[in-house]
């Protein structure tokens, strides 16, 4: 029962390298999500994928691309590190696309750790 | 932008203590989810509340969503430590910019000593 699976779990970067977290989930969900988490600021949505081939952005999207590969894979990428964006990344997943509504659960991976120094 | 402010940010309590965590706004949800977050792991679904005033029980733990729709309330009878974790509500939008998505509030820290 792996669910959402992310890679890597711990990384640490030097401020203006780059570097993708990856992101697989075999439920055969349709939407994608991938969340940072800090201290005190809950959850904030990066970019989201409502279905394969789309992909739009959250609320914290600035120094952040994504690319939905294929159903299962939804990457995210730092093109130039900043020491803002060291953070607990997650990935998640939902049967259906975008909105919760209609009582969509999301399931999340056991995200990673990045440093940027 | 929906805010969702939870209280109190920690807590850390003995064993068999009752407590309640807060998750209070000025916005009208559609519904209220609860997860609870262990070291080391992703956020996992509890519970979702929907209609207003709506009480759900999960064994010792009792969820509440308020009348007017805009906040909840978390209840645990008898502490264990197995309930150590982190307790995060959310907020699905029915208005505007945020309709349909999910709005996190900064989650409670609770701690329970054996």
């Known amino acids: 029962n792996a669910g959402v699976t992310q890679t890597p779990k711990f990384q640490v970067l030097k401020t203006g390298q780059s570097m993708t977290l990856q992101c697989a989930q075999d439920?055969?969900?349709?939407?994608m999500y991938w969340y940072r988490q800090d201290p005190g600021m809950g959850l904030r949505l990066i970019y989201y994928?409502?279905?394969?081939?789309?992909?739009d952005k959250g609320e914290v999207p600035n120094g952040y691309n994504v690319s939905r590969l294929n159903k299962r894979e939804f990457s995210l990428r730092l093109e130039s590190a900043a020491p803002s964006q060291t953070s607990v990344y997650f990935c998640a997943s939902t049967k259906t696309g975008g909105s919760f509504l209609s009582g969509n659960t999301i399931y999340f991976g056991e995200g990673s750790w990045l440093t940027v120094v | 932008t929906q805010l969702l402010e939870q209280s109190p940010q920690f807590l850390s309590i003995q064993e068999g203590e009752n407590l309640t965590v807060y998750c209070n706004s000025s916005?009208?949800?559609?519904?209220l989810q609860w997860y609870r977050q262990e070291p080391g792991e992703g956020p996992v679904l509890l519970v979702t509340?929907?209609?207003?005033?709506e009480v759900k029980k999960l064994k010792r733990l009792t969820f509440q969503f308020g009348d007017a729709r805009k906040d909840s309330s978390l209840h645990i009878t008898a502490a264990q430590p197995g309930d150590t974790g982190l307790y995060l509500c959310a907020g699905v939008g029915r208005s505007g910019t945020s309709y349909g998505k999910l709005t996190f509030g900064q989650g409670t820290i609770l701690t329970v000593h054996p």
């Open positions: 916005s009208v949800f559609s519904s």
């Open positions: 994928s409502a279905s394969e081939g789309t992909t």
């Open positions: 439920m055969n969900h349709n939407s």
């Open positions: 509340v929907v209609t207003g005033g």
